[in-house]
């Protein structure tokens, strides 16, 4: 009876002791838990395990990469609103992390994702080019510039057809002063992309629908100049011939045509006065892209083996499962940006750091290591994962040649496998499909300070158009035109500028539509005012090499007539 009562006493505190035997969970078994749902694509459990480290453990040396990981694993769901609402928060509280070019990344791609047809609302796109140009500022050298540049130009494109679309809507119900302003601010915006030929030769036939025959025969002398090997060219050389206008060549079209529709110079910019144009040479290429080295992967944390392989986008495929412990302490953390030196490649298999290879590798570690600055702590037996694994190589990002065919508008899309709805490549022109990229484009004003007022004189076509004061440094000025039918007055008040002690103050032009000049100096600056016959429009540009202000000069219909007799 003795011995029963004992083993009836034992078998009531066997429970109590198994749960003094039970440990409560640490928050890097929430964490690891965590990394172990995000890399079997179970997002909503992964979140709820991160946020268990947020809430309760706040201090953890894991709680950062929680909140990042966070914003990722609502990305992968699809759910782009809290995806860059967490993502935002995450660059709000830690302005100094080391993901934080990652993050930008992951916000842009996430309006990037919900992007329309060029017929639709671009706001998200205008929202993910505005995060993929911060990304590329900030981080010009950082391991997402090539694909945030990609996304850049994807993005452009997309505003600039969509922009297109709209010109021609007003167009086809002949609303031509609309139409024009569509045409020309894409051409002021968007001039390097494939359907600035389209844009521009549009431009002109709706100026010569409003009857601005001079400005329209000056866009097609600029589709002729800037797309000759496209099929607007052929277009707007018939176009001229039909018109008969005399046309002002000494200097590029372009930026005379925008200025005198309204549109010129950076397009954030309100004061048209400062518009600069200069040459651009496109200094981003795929070739960079193409002869990348492909990246070994991370190597394995403690939390879970690193992607096995990549997807044709380029982006990590994350469906690592874990294996068991055998009860070993996990290796110290590591930073998502940086590999142990006794787990980093040989420097002939490092990926170049603007590389896609490379951005495919730190994105790897983003998603499979936790900080660096987290100790070693002991795994809860019941979540314990491997501390080494095989190595696996990554393949790099698919990279098409230029003569690759059509691709999809997006060139690198989400994490996800389904490919996009929206087939659209992002270099195709529009019906020629030849057209080259316009190489000219605005830039910032350069600083401006004291300069010299050097020589005022007409521009050398027959007849001359256009007033070119020659200048020994770019300069701002404030310009006005009184117009009568007997004859117009234009003025433009040089600031900061002396004239030349060689040129005089009062020159007599009588040529074409313009009669004399005069030239005046106080202490503000120089004033330069130039009389002419009746004219419809006046506009003035600021060019370089060597800096000059050109003004020009949009003749009367009877005006025209005279100067083409003369």
Do not use: W
Not at 92 to 98: A, E, G, L
Not at 191 to 199: E, G, Y
Not at 402 to 425: K, M
């Amino acid at each position: 009876m003795k011995r029963l009562l004992l083993i009836l006493v034992a078998s009531a505190l066997l429970p109590a002791t198994a749960c003094s035997l039970r440990q409560k969970p640490t928050g890097q078994d929430f964490y690891a838990q965590g990394q172990l749902d995000f890399a079997q694509k179970e997002y909503k459990a992964a979140i709820e395990n991160y946020q268990h480290v947020i809430d309760q453990f706040p201090f953890s040396p894991y709680a950062e990469d929680a909140e990042m990981k966070i914003g990722l694993a609502y990305y992968q769901q699809k759910d782009y609103a809290e995806a860059i609402g967490a993502l935002d928060d995450f660059q709000r509280m830690h302005p100094t992390s080391q993901n934080l070019e990652l993050v930008t990344y992951y916000i842009g791609m996430s309006y990037y994702d919900q992007m329309g047809r060029e017929d639709q609302d671009q706001t998200k796109t205008q929202q993910a080019l505005k995060r993929f140009q911060e990304l590329e500022q900030r981080f010009p050298e950082g391991s997402f510039a090539e694909l945030a540049h990609e996304k850049v130009v994807v993005c452009r494109e997309m505003l600039a057809r969509n922009q297109l679309v709209v010109g021609n809507y007003y167009y086809k119900r002949a609303n031509f002063r609309a139409a024009e302003s569509r045409f020309a601010e894409l051409m002021q915006k968007y001039p390097d992309t494939p359907v600035a030929p389209d844009a521009l030769f549009e431009l002109g036939i709706s100026l010569e629908k409003e009857g601005k025959k001079y400005s329209a025969a000056q866009a097609f002398t600029a589709v002729e100049k800037h797309f000759p090997n496209s099929n607007y060219a052929k277009r707007a050389a018939d176009e001229l011939r039909k018109l008969h206008e005399p046309i002002d060549t000494e200097e590029d079209p372009l930026p005379l045509v925008l200025a005198e529709t309204g549109y010129g110079g950076n397009p954030d910019d309100t004061n048209a006065d400062k518009i600069v144009v200069r040459q651009r040479g496109d200094s981003r290429r795929g070739s960079v892209l193409a002869s990348a080295a492909p990246a070994r992967g991370p190597a394995p944390t403690a939390y879970g083996s690193p992607p096995t392989a990549y997807g044709s986008h380029g982006l990590p495929v994350l469906d690592g499962a874990p294996r068991p412990n055998d009860g070993a302490a996990p290796r110290a953390a590591r930073s998502p940006d940086m590999m142990h030196a006794a787990d980093a490649p040989p420097a002939s298999q490092h990926a170049s750091p603007g590389s896609i290879a490379g951005a495919a590798a730190a994105q790897a570690r983003a998603m499979t290591g936790p900080a660096e600055s987290a100790p070693p702590e002991q795994l809860h037996p019941a979540t314990a994962l491997p501390d080494s694994a095989p190595e696996q190589s990554l393949h790099p990002a698919t990279v098409l040649p230029d003569s690759a065919p059509e691709q999809s508008l997006h060139p690198v899309t989400a994490l996800g496998d389904s490919p996009p709805d929206q087939p659209l490549h992002p270099m195709t022109s529009g019906p020629s499909g030849d057209s080259a990229p316009l190489s000219l484009t605005a830039a910032e004003p350069p600083a401006t300070g004291p300069a010299t007022l050097k020589t005022v004189r007409l521009s050398s076509n027959d007849p001359p158009l256009s007033v070119i004061l020659e200048l020994s440094g770019p300069v701002h000025f404030d310009k006005n035109l009184e117009s009568n039918p007997e004859g117009a007055i234009a003025t433009v008040v040089l600031k900061d500028v002396t004239p030349d002690s060689a040129l005089q103050t009062h020159l007599v032009f009588d040529r074409s539509i313009f009669k004399d000049c005069s030239i005046s100096s106080s202490s503000s600056g120089t004033t330069v005012t130039l009389n002419t016959q009746p004219v419809a429009h006046f506009a003035v540009v600021p060019l370089e090499a060597p800096p000059r202000l050109l003004m020009t000069f949009t003749p009367e219909k009877a005006t025209q007539k005279t100067s083409s007799a003369r």
